[in-house]
């Protein structure tokens, strides 16, 4: 029942009048119900133009698919007064269809969509004067008309692809700027790291001269006193060695 339900349900939302639901549900826009599309049933039910117009863009094939009774879209867009908007649509889509006749029945005798509108009292002038007008040169108005959208459609898909290259190449360069913040901050903490690391080795070094420094005082100091020691002793050698020559010579005499 659940499949049943989503199959049917733009058919329902349709046959209610819910134009809100229908809209925002297209579900089975390709399915048909009693032989009529959703699009049948939305043009003869007096569905919004917006609401057409979307059926006719989601499925443009539907404007060739006969209905109940042989009828197209377009035949119906005539007989129930549709505006110049849907018929208009409807004719780009399938030019031919101007042309194309209904199912004869006991009811009434085959008619084109160009019939029905002569036979439509209520229908405005604008679209008798649309549904009048020769099919080729609809034809030349739907080609050209189709080319434009496809253009169109061609310059959405690449402004489009050129908006996420664009947001690719911003997030690219946000990324970009957040990496070199990090190997910037990594690289601040690693210069602090060296820079503690040569201030440590210099005041180390400065220490180590100190001592040097002053080891070599010390030791400069003690060869003054060395030397000072060795001339003290040289002169007092040298005083007794006088003294024992004045005490020879003195004997000799």
Same mark, same amino acid.
């Given at each position: 029942m659940?499949g049943?339900?989503f199959l ?5 939302h ?6 809100d ?6 579900t089975?826009v390709r399915e048909?119900?009693?032989?009529? @599309? $959703? !699009? +049948?049933?939305a043009?003869?039910?007096? *569905?919004?133009d917006n609401?057409?117009?979307? &059926? /006719?863009e989601? =499925?443009p094939?539907?404007a ?7 009828? @197209? $879209? !377009? +035949?119906w867009?005539?007989q129930?007064? *549709?505006?110049l908007?849907?018929v208009?649509a &409807? /004719?780009?889509? =399938? ?5 194309v006749?209904?199912s ?8 084109t969509p160009r019939a029905? *509108? ?7 002038l604008d ?5 009048t007008q020769?099919?080729s040169?609809?034809v030349?108005?739907?080609a050209i008309?189709?080319?434009r959208?496809?253009? *169109?459609?061609k310059?959405?898909r690449l402004e489009?692809k050129?908006t ?8 690219a ?6 990496r070199f913040?990090?190997?910037?901050e990594d690289?601040?903490a690693l210069?602090?790291?060296?820079m ?8 180390e ?14 030791q400069?100091s003690h060869?003054?006193?060395s ?5 003290q ?5 040298r ?10 010579r003195?004997q000799?005499r």
């Amino acid at each position: 029942m659940s499949g049943q339900y989503f199959l049917f349900g733009l058919h329902r939302h349709i046959m209610t009048n819910d134009w809100d639901a229908a809209g925002n549900d297209f579900t089975g826009v390709r399915e048909t119900h009693d032989d009529d @599309l $959703p !699009l +049948h049933m939305a043009i003869y039910r007096r *569905a919004p133009d917006n609401l057409v117009i979307h &059926l /006719i863009e989601a =499925y443009p094939s539907a404007a060739r698919i006969k209905g109940r009774e042989g009828y @197209l $879209p !377009l +035949h119906w867009a005539c007989q129930v007064g *549709a505006s110049l908007a849907v018929v208009e649509a &409807l /004719i780009v889509e =399938y030019p031919s269809a101007l042309d194309v006749a209904t199912s004869p029945s006991a009811k009434r005798p085959s008619m084109t969509p160009r019939a029905l *509108a002569r036979a439509n009292l209520n229908l405005r002038l604008d679209v008798k004067d649309a549904v009048t007008q020769g099919t080729s040169l609809w034809v030349r108005f739907s080609a050209i008309e189709k080319a434009r959208r496809d253009q *169109a459609e061609k310059v959405n898909r690449l402004e489009t692809k050129l908006t996420e290259m664009e947001e690719g190449f911003t997030d690219a360069v946000l990324q970009l700027e957040s990496r070199f913040k990090t190997y910037e901050e990594d690289t601040k903490a690693l210069l602090g790291k060296l820079m503690q690391t040569i201030r440590k080795t210099n005041e180390e070094q400065e220490q180590e001269m100190e001592e040097i420094k002053d080891e070599l005082a010390l030791q400069k100091s003690h060869q003054n006193v060395s030397r000072t020691a060795n001339r003290q002793y040289s002169d007092d050698l040298r005083m007794l060695f006088e003294s024992g020559d004045s005490k020879i010579r003195a004997q000799e005499r």
